[in-house]
């Protein structure tokens, strides 16, 4: 006979206090951001250095261009050629990845520690002194192109990009992908690339984020003596105005002949990362839509079947981003899982999330933000957000506090402001002669049968 | 990085499961990981994908832990989890705030010793949906997405284990039973043939009295059935077998596959590095040569697959340009992997380098850690081999490299499945 009562479950320990690692900051000779996390833990070690040459401060008939200079650094230097400065890497087994996005370029690599000062050198060089040779700017255009290519025949890329159409203005640069079109990218030439690196890898405004086994010290010297001669702030640029292509409720199919299953996407703008309201919204995502236990997978998967998964997500950015839930469902039951998502919207918003689910999803947010800082790399990215985005220095030592504190009626209220399901645009890739009479008798606004871009 | 010294402690309760702990008190984080022997080689004709779908039903609830309450508590207290399935195992796992280890036991150990008592019709039809749903939106309408399928049964026999995919045919996963789900219960998921292990911060006495008392009392089962089908298999695929599929794909891919020799086999480190060598990296040889230099390929992967039973795979995949020929890709990626002929000693330094770096980083998360150590005692029933790994890689030579080319990636031990885009021949 066991004592052991199984229906019990079983209470919790006592909690262990961690803090985020603590973080020193200090300004380069040139200007830049210096923020080194000392870590002791395994002998690795990430950094990564962030810069202001992003897609959002491109015109659109440059679109990409920030994407495929930072895809051409790897080509070589004026040092080495591309495969000199790869061997060069990975010989002492470091990783170099650049990575480019809205708001910036940002060049990381991860090492063993006691190659800290081989590779930092390496990716100075790699940013400071490239050479564009042509051959290698002509593979990473042709690459570029054929991911374009690819891409209008993943239905799953393909949704992710009508959707940016359909939610944001035509025109500003949120509405098209972050790599461009064939029309931007196509006739792109290395002088090009040369010109635009000299004009927008500038250090005012960027950063340089280190998290490992080291001191502070040694790094700033280290760094000082590698990038004092990298001077100079990116050209301004114009803001733009983000604005909903509209505001009434439509349904966009895109034709995808013989499609077994139907790619789904349904939102419109949300609101930016510098919303009073990003801690109410984080927290409300989860329990809407961003966790295992959400009201949509609990719906959609579990209980329908209708899906493998399904996630809704706030995309905030410097100026405000998509709110989406996307989705992959079965051809026959494409209308139905619309209607089941749309019926969820607009319960959420006008029932309110309850006490509970907001208790969970606070529990779930504060406690696995612990769980993503075991990593040197985890760390660095995390602060490298504070860079990209100007948040205060204490902001990740106050971060689990400020999720606890958010309130059922804040979720609410903020849930309310940024999720509007009278406004969303929903898009659907799949087979439109099996899909749309079924869309069409939900009855949610004018269903359009589109053709792939 | 000189050495791995990883902490691995072992111990074992009566009814066979074993256990596995590795103590790390850095960060207040700690991770379950169970590692179950069965996997999609253990299925037998007419049941196909069901190990996949069986580990689906796992999350459906047991005993004392309603459906989807598993997710829900776990989420609720700040963790993660997950399970897989693949050819040799299904593993489940945790990562929790520390205070939390008892919950995740209590979890993991109830639907080891309790899951069939909560399963319903119900429950099996949902989950049925569900992983069609996963095939259809993986396999059949990504494309390249069932290259697996294909590619596994080009490269095995049509009666060895490894022959179908691990997410098996719909018309198995549609005939499964209720009465399946029990026997394969009662048959796999016993404590004889389960690890469970606990890496990062935790008390070790404690951890130890938690695991007997909630698994302790799980009844052992019966010894493990040996694997169904014809275990026998040559080292060489004998001729190059191929596959060509004229699909809705964007560009040309060619993948190659070779059978090389098991996971348990001493010379599976030189495959691990041969891999690293020809793909891993911007520096490696298929990236250099076919990518950078000859630029007949957009992008190029290479993967050895740690299996087990009787022969591994090799994999070398090549994405040509729109238009390319298919025909000259796979010339040109059967030309270079068959140039690992003549590897020089540098580029197997930097493949160690690289192989060696990104184990230590995958080291860094306790979840990882808890992985690996699942593994090893699993297939060699030692969980301090992971503190070896990287004396086994160091110890490749070019010339083992070299007679591995030779022996191994010719024209008489390859599969090529190829895809041309349709409306394009």
């Known amino acids: 006979m066991s004592p052991l009562d199984r229906s019990r479950q079983p209470k919790s320990g006592s909690i262990r206090k961690f803090d985020f690692p603590d973080v020193e900051r200090r300004t380069l000779s040139n200007g830049l951001d210096l923020r080194v996390c000392k870590l002791s833990r395994l002998p690795v070690v990430s950094t990564n250095l962030f810069f202001r040459a992003g897609e959002s401060q491109l015109v659109e008939s440059r679109a990409g261009l920030a994407v495929l200079t930072g895809d051409a650094l790897e080509g070589g230097t004026q040092k080495r050629s591309g495969t000199e400065l790869a061997e060069a890497l990975e010989g002492i087994g470091a990783r170099l990845g650049v990575t480019t996005g809205w708001e910036g370029t940002s060049v990381s690599m991860s090492c063993l520690t006691d190659r800290l000062e081989q590779a930092l050198t390496l990716l100075a060089e790699a940013v400071l002194e490239p050479a564009f040779p042509e051959d290698e700017v002509d593979r990473a255009r042709e690459q570029q192109l054929a991911a374009i290519r690819q891409r209008a025949m993943d239905p799953a890329a393909l949704a992710s990009m009508e959707a940016s159409r359909r939610y944001f203005v035509a025109g500003i640069p949120y509405a098209r992908p972050q790599d461009g079109s064939e029309e931007s990218i196509a006739p792109v030439k290395r002088e090009l690339l040369s010109d635009y690196a000299e004009s927008c890898y500038r250090p005012e405004g960027g950063g340089l984020i280190v998290a490992g086994d080291l001191d502070p010290d040694e790094i700033e010297i280290m760094a000082n003596h590698r990038l004092a001669a990298w001077t100079g702030a990116p050209p301004a640029v114009e803001d733009f105005q983000v604005d909903p292509v509209t505001r009434e409720r439509r349904v966009w199919v895109v034709h995808r002949e013989g499609s077994v299953q139907s790619e789904v996407r349904i939102g419109h703008v949300g609101t930016d990362r510098a919303t009073p309201d990003y801690f109410s919204l984080s927290v409300g995502n989860l329990l809407f839509g961003g966790s295992f236990t959400s009201r949509l997978n609990l719906n959609l998967r579990e209980e329908n079947g209708f899906t493998y998964g399904i996630r809704s997500r706030f995309g905030f950015r410097s100026r405000p981003g998509p709110f989406s839930v996307s989705t992959s469902v079965g051809t026959d039951v494409t209308a139905p899982a619309v209607g089941e998502i749309v019926k969820e919207l607009v319960q959420l918003v006008e029932g309110g999330p309850t006490e509970e689910e907001v208790a969970a999803a606070r529990d779930y947010a504060a406690g696995v933000f612990g769980l993503q800082l075991e990593t040197a790399g985890q760390i660095a990215s995390r602060i490298s957000q504070l860079v990209v985005y100007g948040l205060p220095d204490d902001y990740y030592h106050t971060y689990r506090d400020r999720l606890r504190a958010v309130t059922t009626d804040e979720v609410a209220a903020a849930m309310s402001v940024h999720i509007r399901p009278q406004e969303v645009q929903v898009v659907v890739v799949g087979d439109a002669g099996e899909i749309v009479a079924p869309l069409e008798s939900l009855d949610l606004g004018p269903v359009e049968v589109v053709s792939a871009p | ?425």
């Open chain 2, 1 to 425: 990085m000189s050495q791995l010294t990883i902490p691995v402690e072992r111990h074992s309760l009566d009814n066979g499961l074993k256990i596995v702990l590795s103590q790390d008190r850095t960060v207040p984080v700690v991770a379950v990981n169970l590692w179950y022997g069965v996997g999609s080689r253990n299925e037998t004709t007419g049941k196909t994908g069901f190990a996949h779908l069986f580990e689906h039903m796992m999350f459906q609830g047991s005993a004392h832990v309603p459906k989807n309450k598993h997710f829900e508590l776990i989420e609720r207290a700040g963790g993660t989890l997950n399970a897989s399935t693949w050819y040799d195992r299904t593993n489940y796992f945790e990562t929790v705030p520390s205070h939390e280890l008892e919950l995740a036991l209590w979890l993991e150990s109830d639907r080891m010793g309790w899951m069939v008592e909560a399963m319903d019709q119900e429950k099996l039809d949902n989950q049925r949906d569900v992983v069609k749903n996963e095939k259809r939106q993986r396999y059949d309408n990504q494309p390249y997405g069932d290259w697996d399928e294909r590619l596994q049964a080009l490269v095995y026999p049509e009666a060895h284990p490894y022959h179908h995919s691990v997410i098996g045919s719909m018309e198995d996963i549609d005939a499964a039973t209720l009465d399946d789900v029990a026997s394969f219960f009662k048959t796999f998921y016993v404590p004889n043939n389960a690890v469970v292990t606990i890496t990062g911060d935790f008390e070790r006495d404690a951890a130890l009295q938690l695991l007997d008392k909630y698994f302790g009392e799980i009844e052992p089962g019966q010894p493990i059935p040996p694997l169904p089908g014809d275990l026998r298999i040559h080292p060489l695929i004998g001729e190059t077998v191929r596959e060509h599929v004229l699909a809705d794909v964007p560009l040309p891919r060619v993948v190659m596959a070779f059978r090389i020799p098991p996971y348990s086999s001493d010379d599976f480190a030189v495959a691990e590095v041969s891999r690293a060598l020809l793909g891993m990296g911007r520096a490696s040889r298929l990236y250099r040569r076919l990518v950078r230099e000859r630029r007949v390929a957009k992008g190029v992967v290479t993967f050895a697959f740690p299996l087990l039973t009787g022969a591994s795979m090799l994999l070398a995949w090549a994405t040509g340009y729109p238009g390319a020929s298919p025909e000259e890709l796979e010339a040109a990626l059967a030309e270079e992997l068959e140039g690992l002929a003549e590897a020089e000693v540098h580029e197997v330094e930097r493949a160690i380098a690289l192989t060696e770096s990104d184990l230590v980083r995958g080291l860094e998360r306790v979840s990882q850690r808890a992985d690996l150590l699942s593994m090893f005692e699993l297939y060699f029933d030692d969980p301090n081999r992971l503190n070896t790994e990287l004396d086994r890689l160091r110890a490749v030579t070019v010339d083992e490299i070299r007679a591995f080319a030779k022996e191994r990636l010719g024209p008489d031990n390859r599969a090529v499945l190829t895809y041309e885009p349709k409306g394009e021949a």
